[in-house]
């Protein structure tokens, strides 16, 4: 069986340049792109038909007033792309690019500045090229403007049923270029081993030939359920360099579990959690949410292991990418990038991440929570709802625009999701032998974060719910969504319980670090429960069956179902 070539990431062109693609439909030039360059002699046709070697032929002729002047010189042209096609070969890899995307069901166009007859002849006359292999066929006897005129570029993406960002239109001339990144298409450069484009011009894509091309673009088409194909998860996997010498086995093809070394003094610790929300920063998340569970325990976080679920349609560039940016926000924190499994799946409709962290953790720093005791204080860092006061603001800004915020505003809201890792706090803390507990606020917000640690720590606590800090934007956030801060998503935000004696030295060396603490409340007697004082009285603690984002979500999922049924 042939195997694919596969490339290191490194010099894959989209992950170099930073920028993940998806190719839906492609547009080719004909003359120099689909055939070998040089079939038509253009100097000597500019000298003929008495145009200035900088100026374009066809714009030349539109300048013309005079119709019969204008007929006699399009004459000129059109000889020399008909007594072209007799010279007519396709380009170095042509025919297998086209077969590539044919196989792939990528509809395939052409727009050229060629007449309509030339390029049915040209077409025909390609060895392993077939017409019927274009949808559509734009000349310049049609109405929609020659190229760089981007409109037939939209012509076509329209006929092959596709947005112009999911087009990729490949040509060899400044003009196909130009044509599309006006159409906010895709562009794809093809140099043929000589030509570069004019400075100011730039294509997404530059490559020196079609066989090239070929390779660039199994990183572009959508793929198809089931794992990713492995000769381009070989080529992702090749930058997952780790000097970590702890880590035996790492990430590569045919291994499904990585192995470490871990030292007897230490424990493993290890947590897992899947990231649905925030699909616009997935990769922070996924190493963050992790690392901060396992952060409250008082390791340390060393290792992730994801599990990537791509919809079917997405592109093998997409998931490269997303490898890419994991192991950049690993390396952010100190983390290895172990490896883990990558899969293209129907189950779901957008990406999904399962994240596994480990880390280690000296036993004398360990945080159990069994070991609260009655008396100890309960902080709290920064302020509730911090995660969620960034998802809504990502997730539904045409709401708060509605509500007349500006985007500066909105803006700031969206940053908060900068302030969701609790590593810092955590590490400081663990050093402090007086603190019992640690416990980070996630979905539910602070309700539900206080039961649960109620729940493992085997004590009720008592909650001031007027000391519980709130930032004025999650206030204000909560009020146009009609939502409970208290229900609010809430990572970035620790519970720490504390003997009282090192409440002062903790807060100091936390607020030292830029990190808020504020005391809400103490561990009382053995038992679970929250008993909540507001203002020297008692009153209920909310119970939330769900996060609040998550309603707010199932409320406008369901909205829209609604909508497409009437």
């Not at 290890?270 to 990769?283: E, G, H, Q, R, V």
């Not at 679920?309 to 093998?316: D, E, N, T």
């Not at 708060?400 to 890792?421: Q, V, Y």
Request: net charge negative; hydrophobic share 45%.
């Amino acid at each position: 069986m042939r195997r694919e070539r596969s490339r290191p990431i490194s010099s894959v062109p989209f992950l170099a340049s930073g920028k993940p693609f998806r190719v839906e439909a492609v547009v080719f030039d004909l003359d120099g792109t689909l055939t070998q360059p040089g079939g038509i002699d253009f100097a000597r046709v500019h000298e003929l038909m008495g145009c200035p070697r900088e100026q374009g032929l066809l714009e030349f002729l539109a300048a013309i007033d005079e119709p019969e002047v204008r007929r006699r010189k399009e004459a000129i042209l059109v000889k020399a792309e008909l007594e072209a096609v007799e010279r007519c070969r396709p380009n170095a890899g042509a025919p297998e690019l086209v077969a590539f995307l044919r196989e792939h069901g990528i509809p395939m166009g052409i727009v050229t500045r060629n007449c309509r007859l030339a390029t049915e002849k040209m077409l025909r006359a390609l060895v392993g090229i077939n017409p019927e292999d274009f949808a559509v066929v734009v000349t310049r006897d049609d109405p929609w403007g020659p190229k760089p005129i981007p409109d037939s570029i939209l012509f076509v993406a329209s006929r092959l049923g596709t947005e112009p960002h999911t087009l990729l239109v490949v040509g060899d001339h400044a003009f196909d270029i130009e044509a599309g990144k006006k159409a906010g298409a895709l562009t794809m450069f093809v140099r043929n081993g000589a030509d570069e484009l004019p400075p100011e011009l730039e294509a997404d894509f530059s490559v020196d030939n079609l066989s090239e091309a070929l390779d660039l673009l199994r990183y572009g088409v959508p793929l198809a359920a089931g794992k990713l194909p492995a000769a381009l998860l070989e080529a992702g996997l090749s930058s997952l360099v780790s000097s970590d010498p702890s880590l035996l086995i790492g990430a590569r093809i045919g291994e499904d579990a990585a192995v470490l070394d871990v030292a007897e003094e230490e424990v493993l610790v290890l947590a897992s959690d899947p990231i649905t929300l925030a699909s616009d920063c997935l990769a922070r998340y996924t190493v963050i949410v992790n690392a901060n569970d396992v952060a409250t325990t008082g390791a340390t976080p060393r290792w992730l292991l994801t599990t990537l679920l791509f919809p079917p349609g997405s592109s093998a560039s997409e998931v490269l990418a997303l490898v890419r940016d994991l192991q950049n926000v690993c390396a952010t924190w100190g983390i290895t990038l172990c490896g883990g499994h990558t899969e293209v799946s129907a189950a779901v409709s957008r990406p999904v991440v399962v994240g596994t962290m480990a880390g280690t953790a000296l036993r004398s720093e360990l945080k159990d929570k069994r070991r609260a005791r009655t008396g100890e204080r309960l902080l709290m860092t920064k302020a509730a709802g911090v995660e969620g006061t960034g998802l809504l603001a990502r997730e539904f800004p045409e709401r708060l625009r509605a509500a007349g915020w500006s985007e500066a505003e909105i803006a700031r809201c969206a940053s908060f999701l900068d302030l969701i890792s609790v590593l810092e706090e955590a590490r400081i803390a663990r050093s402090f032998p007086g603190v019992s507990a640690l416990h980070d606020v996630t979905e539910g917000g602070v309700a539900t974060a206080v039961r649960e640690l109620s729940a493992a720590c085997g004590h009720r606590l008592q909650v001031h719910l007027d000391q519980i800090p709130l930032y004025p934007e999650t206030e204000r956030i909560c009020r146009v969504f009609g939502l409970d801060p208290l229900g609010l998503i809430g990572s970035g935000s620790l519970l720490i319980t504390c003997a009282p004696n090192e409440v002062l030295a903790l807060r100091q060396a936390l607020e030292t670090a830029g990190i808020a603490a504020t005391e809400i409340g103490e561990v009382l007697e053995e038992g679970e429960g929250v008993e909540v004082c507001e203002n020297g009285r008692l009153v209920d603690w909310p119970y939330f069956e769900r996060d609040e984002v998550s309603r707010l979500e199932s409320q406008k999922a369901s909205e829209e179902g609604e909508e497409r049924l009437t």
